[in-house]
């Protein structure tokens, strides 16, 4: 399987300025990003996800390292305008605040903008917005005004927007952070549908452990440093860990993990309410089979 | 302890416009003591209600008593409201503005035209009970991290001593660790002072782990007021409203469905794997 982002040893330092010293974002970090996979980014505040992000999407250029993107090495001293902006049409950011990201007084413009600054023509805009619309299933609100939707609404229009601009792969920056579950439900929906159908490559940062278990991948940062990735299964099989990074486990690894330390033999890798109560169940089951 | 009574409370935005919003309908609550949690969908009322609570929003109809004296008699008692419930925003953090952590913290209590030596008094208990180190004090609120930053602004609130802390959405877009150092903050801050603390919030996860009391609002009417136990055995009803119930509430009702039945009051994992624990002992 292709890449669409390779991230080899990569560092970054925001450098200090006046009296503040330089703050070192990111230590040789490494990891790819499969072409069409959903990885998802956790660490605690100041961790260094936004910066990788920010690098990603080539809003901030590499420091040391190396970062390869769909295939384009973006590091190093013959890297041209041209490869940046060719890289920023590959991938696309959505960030936190629904309400930093709108510029438009109507919603259907405001998924327009994007592809009218890319200079496609006219009639593929009106296109390409009408599908966005429906994809995040907001097309009945095109003629709306952006600023009286709710939170999870601006967030779709926004994530539409980017859909537009037919992005390869999208970075959620926290985007579902400041949404109500409702909201969180209907972005999460609509990121998975993403991937699932269109084959977007979709990279999650977020503080919702529940979020993150739907990934392919998760990548834990603690310090600038990847602390450990694998699949979701493999990182929360160690919820010591994640404490430790002052991360948290879903509710119900946290609960097996109590039953597994109460002597019950039960797995940890199980997410789902049905699947948790069921995996108890089993074990209690087996348990009491043996005293009989 | 002091009191505040809502009596009949109707909130109304854009009265007499085709914008009209009732907000609120048929108030009745008595808040005081403990944490107490509220929480609703977007849009059912809490963000009105909690700005009743310090005069920042006039009821429409009905009374706001506080220690049983009505809010809006006389305009003096409106702007001691503003001191005695000390509200915390959403997203605080974005409303610092001094050029240092302390006078940030300072801000509240000058403004109550108090002592050069109480407001200083004032600010050093506040940036305990917050967990402000003692040595951002002279740097600017800007170099913070957010954690620290939401910090400090809970700081300038508690400064002024109010008789109840009501605060938006304190831990939203904090890491999981960072939501337990400040909820644990605010939890020690209840014990300590002994002021009431008023906490709305969308996490139930946060609400079950903290509250004493919690009062559920949709479309601007209170439809449910009780413990923790007694709101979340009704989990059904909270999800019909646009809610959601902690994951280990799900847990125990698939659990029931098993056969395994450790109640319908279920709504912290400690509880969870106590209440299973004992299940199995019975068996």
């Known amino acids: 399987m292709k890449n669409a982002i390779e991230v080899k040893d990569l560092s970054f330092t925001y450098e200090g300025y006046g009296d503040s010293p330089d703050v070192t974002a990111l230590r040789d970090v490494s990891f790819t990003v499969p072409e069409g996979s959903f990885t998802a980014i956790l660490g ?29 090495r973006m590091t190093g001293e013959d890297v041209t ?18 309400d930093n990201q709108i510029v438009a007084t109507v919603v259907e413009e405001d998924v327009a903008f994007g592809c009218e600054n890319l200079g496609i023509p006219s ?46 792969c999208i970075i959620f920056d926290e985007s579902t952070a400041m949404l109500d579950p409702l909201g969180r439900r209907d972005v999460m929906e609509t990121i998975e549908k993403l991937n699932h159908e269109d084959g977007v490559t979709v990279i999650l940062i977020t503080h919702y452990m529940e979020e993150a278990s739907r990934a392919d991948k998760i990548i834990v940062l603690d310090g600038g440093r990847v602390l450990t990735e694998g699949t979701p299964a493999e990182v929360f099989s160690d919820p010591e860990k994640l404490w430790e990074a ?29 699947g948790c109560a069921a995996e108890i169940s089993r074990a209690i089951e087996k348990r009491r089979g043996k005293r009989v | 302890m002091s009191e505040i009574v ?18 609120l309908r048929d108030i009745n609550l008595t808040l005081g003591g403990g944490i107490i949690g509220i929480i609703g969908h977007t849009g059912s009322g809490k963000s009105t209600l909690v700005q009743l609570l310090n005069g920042l929003a006039k009821p429409s109809s009905g009374k706001v008593l506080f220690d049983g004296e009505d809010l809006w008699e006389k305009p003096e008692r409106v702007r001691a409201a503003r001191f005695r419930a000390g509200l915390v925003m959403q997203y605080p953090e974005y409303q610092l503005f001094a050029s240092t952590v302390y006078e940030d913290i300072a801000f509240g209590p000058r403004n109550m035209g108090l002592s050069a030596d109480e407001v200083d008094r004032r600010v050093r208990l506040a940036a305990e009970f917050a967990k402000v180190s003692p040595d951002v004090m002279e740097r600017s609120p800007f170099d913070l991290s957010g954690g620290q930053k939401r910090r400090v602004a809970l700081a300038g609130v508690i400064a002024m001593n109010p008789e ?5 959405e ?18 020690e801050y209840r014990k300590k002072s002994g002021n009431s603390v008023i906490i709305v919030s969308h996490s139930m996860e946060d609400m079950a782990s ?28 909270l999800i019909g409203l646009g809610l959601d119930v902690p994951q280990v509430t799900h847990i125990a009702s698939a659990l029931r469905e098993c056969g395994i039945d450790i109640g319908r009051d279920v709504y912290t994992v400690g509880y969870a794997a106590e209440k299973l624990d004992s299940f199995c002992k019975k068996a």
Do not use: W
């Open chain 2, 164 to 168: 109840f802390l009501v605060l938006d």
């Open chain 1, 81 to 98: 305008d041209e490869d940046i902006f060719e890289a920023r049409r590959r991938v696309g950011m959505v960030f936190q605040n629904p």
């Open chain 1, 44 to 72: 605690h505040n100041g961790s260094g996800k936004s910066t990788l992000a920010s690098i990603l999407c080539m809003l901030e250029e590499p420091g040391s390292g190396e970062v390869i993107i769909y295939g384009k």
């Open chain 2, 170 to 187: 304190p831990a939203a877009g904090l890491d999981p660790g960072s939501r337990r150092f400040i909820l644990g903050g605010i939890k």
């Open chain 1, 246 to 274: 002052s991360l948290d486990v879903p509710q119900s690894t946290e609960l097996l993990y109590r039953m597994k330390k109460a002597g019950y033999d039960v797995r940890l890798d199980i997410f789902d309410a049905e």
């Open chain 2, 6 to 23: 809502l009596k009949d409370v109707n909130y109304i935005y854009n009265k007499g416009t085709p914008y009209e919003v009732h907000a």
């Open chain 2, 210 to 237: 903290y509250c004493d009391r919690i009062i559920v609002m949709a479309n601007g009417r209170v439809i449910m007021d009780g413990s923790c136990a007694e709101v979340f055995s009704r989990s059904l009803e």
């Open chain 1, 123 to 168: 009639a593929e805009i009106r296109k390409r917005v009408d599908a966005a619309l429906d994809t995040v299933g907001m097309r009945k609100y095109a003629r709306h005004s952006p600023h009286k939707l709710s939170g999870g609404q601006k967030q779709r229009v926004a994530i539409a927007g980017v859909i537009a601009m037919k992005r390869d």
